[in-house]
């Protein structure tokens, strides 16, 4: 297995990006300057921080600090703002290298940051309305209103109680309405946060740094208000010389927080445009330099896998040396795989801790890699959690004793990421056919020889992406899928569970009925079904169900459902109709055998229901018209 934690060790090859970024905000002359790094959830953002943390703090730079900050674990806070600030200033005051110099500094700072905590009011009515205008260059608050808050709370410190027992008096009230209302007057940015900011940036500079880099990471996973109450916080209290902050989000996520905050119910269309080009501007105030991680190419996500394979399977050692190739490899080599071939000789005759060969997974590695690119579209945490799947199922398997081939479980779980809805169908197929589908047999021969005519019930596997899938070695046409579909069982919930699978009495009855040569003989084979239970014959049911919507040419499937409902069996009815009434919503009736009327026409006699059915269907079909043939002979 792999953890989904993040990683110092490269195994992506990012130490590419996290250079440049680190290039960014080491360099004096552009700070202070905030950098997002921005991706889907799992493309390797918090990796990179990590890269980022390890090496700015690996002692190299003593003029350089770095702090790391998990931007979630501000979510429980009623003050997200004041928590981030002082975590930081904390961190500060604690660092062996200068912490010592700023201790009077962060303390003092520290207090100004009890203020902001125990006066909410002030960060929600105040500081947040100052930032906005102070953002895009115009004016601020009254200063002597701040004054007089401070002067009227000041016995409320760290006493939530007894600040809002102080708010609701009439003197307090009438300064609270006051810090609302001079947001729409015109003043100089609020001296309480251009005095903090002053007294931060004189600390910094006590503390003999030229860069004071701050990584926020996980920011996307906080609720919207959460978001913009940290980079609000960064902006305007933090962001002064010589700092750089590295925020790493989802930038789509970002983009619906500031929406929230600062949405307008009552736009008007015309102003979409305009909404849009605010927000946008908002964020590229927050954040100066966004960089966008790519997605994994697919020599990216062989090499990942090779390394995860290795790093697994391997001693600590031999993957050290493995680790050491592949960088000086990627040195020289920004674009080719890491794969098999570059790793073969280091790894030959190296087996894991279940004496499994290393050289046969990597192997596998090298096969299935451009279709898990194309299926979970290069993001590294989906690999990683594709490939836990793989190991569970494997270990599944051991435990129920079946002999699986791990090239060919490979090989079905890429086609339940590519495309889920064709794996289900796979599954269906196999299902009723004793593991066995004649339909992937088909596939396969068409792939070899695209002009082979098709049939139509396969034209939804006609996808460039799946007629790849079916060219993949190893070919199945010759497996039995009973049990590789039964430790998928997991994501088959919708439509196959433990009890929904198949056992092989079902599917040897089901073969006998099937498989008859006379109208005697298949009378003599449903007494078979006496002996199922309740359960083993709903399944048996429900395959002769889906033999009719895959088959509804066949008449001999129709016939079988006649009789096994004339031997006395009512659930047949059930089933029976219900496969009709499929067969009109999929536009199938046209397929319909119109020989069947006769004994539709008897069942009719039993369940008056059934012809009505029959009755609705296009009247143009044959089997509406051969029914109605026959119901004149009455």
């Known amino acids: 297995m792999w953890s989904d934690n993040e990683t110092d060790k490269d195994l992506l090859g990012f130490n590419v990006h996290a250079d440049l970024i680190k290039s960014v905000i080491t360099n004096e002359r552009i700070l202070p300057v905030s950098v997002g790094v921005f991706g889907d959830w799992g493309s390797g953002k918090s990796s990179i921080m990590k890269m980022l943390e390890q090496e700015l703090n690996a002692g190299e730079q003593e003029d350089t600090a770095c702090l790391y900050f998990n931007g979630w674990a501000f979510e429980g806070y009623d003050d997200a703002k004041a928590a981030l600030i002082e975590d930081i200033l904390i961190k500060l005051k604690e660092n062996k290298k200068f912490g010592h110099k700023i201790v009077d500094e962060t303390t003092k700072l520290l207090k100004s940051v009890d203020w902001l905590r125990a006066g909410g009011f002030l960060m929600k009515n105040l500081v947040t309305p100052a930032f906005m205008a102070y953002s895009t260059g115009g004016a601020s608050l009254v200063v002597d209103a701040i004054g007089k808050a401070k002067d009227y709370f000041s016995d409320t410190l760290g006493n939530t109680g007894e600040l809002i027992k102080k708010a609701d008096t009439e003197e307090g009230k009438s300064i609270l309405n006051e810090l609302k209302n001079i947001t729409n007057k015109d003043n100089d940015i609020p001296t309480v946060v251009r005095k903090f900011r002053d007294d931060f940036e004189n600390m910094i500079k006590k503390t003999g740094l030229k860069s004071l880099v701050i990584l926020i990471d996980d920011l996307d996973r906080c609720n919207p208000d ?65 960089y966008r991680l790519p997605r994994l190419s697919n020599a990216d996500v062989e090499t990942y896998m090779t390394l995860l394979f290795c790093n697994r399977d391997l001693s600590e050692d031999d993957f050290h040396v493995i680790y050491e190739v592949f960088m000086k490899f990627r040195e020289q080599d920004r674009h080719s795989s890491f794969n098999y071939e570059n790793v073969k000789d280091l790894v030959n005759g190296k087996k894991n801790a279940k004496q499994k060969d290393v050289l046969q997974q990597l192997q596998m590695v090298q096969q299935i890699a451009p279709m898990v690119t194309n299926g979970l579209k290069g993001n590294p945490r989906q690999i990683k959690r594709f490939l836990n799947t793989f190991t569970l199922r494997l270990e599944l398997a051991e435990v129920a004793k079946f002999d699986i081939d791990e090239r060919t479980l490979a090989k079905l779980m890429v086609l339940e990421y590519i495309e889920l809805a064709r794996f289900k169908e796979l599954c269906d197929w196999q299902q009723i056919q004793n593991g066995k589908p004649k339909q992937i047999a088909e596939l396969e021969a068409i792939a070899q020889n695209p002009k082979e005519r098709q049939n139509a019930e396969l034209n939804d596997w006609n996808k460039d992406i799946i007629q790849k899938w079916v060219k993949m070695q190893p070919p199945l046409k010759d497996v039995n899928l009973m049990d590789y579909f039964w430790i998928a069982r997991d994501k088959l919930d919708n439509t196959i569970d433990a009890e929904a699978m198949v056992s092989q009495i079902v ?98 006699k039993k369940d008056a229901d059934i012809v009505a059915l029959v009755n609705s269907f296009d009247k143009a079909s044959k089997i509406y018209k051969a029914l109605n043939v026959q119901l004149k002979k009455q």
């Open 226 to 290: 959460r978001i913009i109450d940290n980079l609000e916080a960064i902006k305007l209290f933090l962001n002064v010389p010589k700092t750089a902050f590295v925020i790493g989000a989802d930038e789509r996520i970002v983009r619906h927080a500031i929406e929230c905050r600062y949405k307008t119910p009552n736009i008007q269309s015309a102003e979409i445009e305009q909404y849009k080009g605010i927000v946008t501007d908002y964020l590229e105030k927050l954040i100066q330099v966004p």
């Open 507 to 604: 599917r040897l009855v089901h073969k006998s009925i099937t498989t008859y040569t006379t109208k005697a003989s298949l009378r003599a084979e449903i007494p078979k079904i006496k002996q199922l239970s309740d359960d083993e014959r709903s399944k048996l049911l429900n395959m002769l169900r889906q033999n009719m919507l895959e088959h509804p040419e066949d008449e001999r499937y129709f016939e079988i459902a006649h009789a096994i409902i004339n031997e006395g069996y009512p659930d047949m009815m059930v089933v029976y109709k219900d496969a009709l009434q499929t067969l009109a919503d999929n536009n199938k009736v046209s397929a319909i055998p119109p020989g069947i009327a006769i004994g539709l026409k008897e069942l009719g």
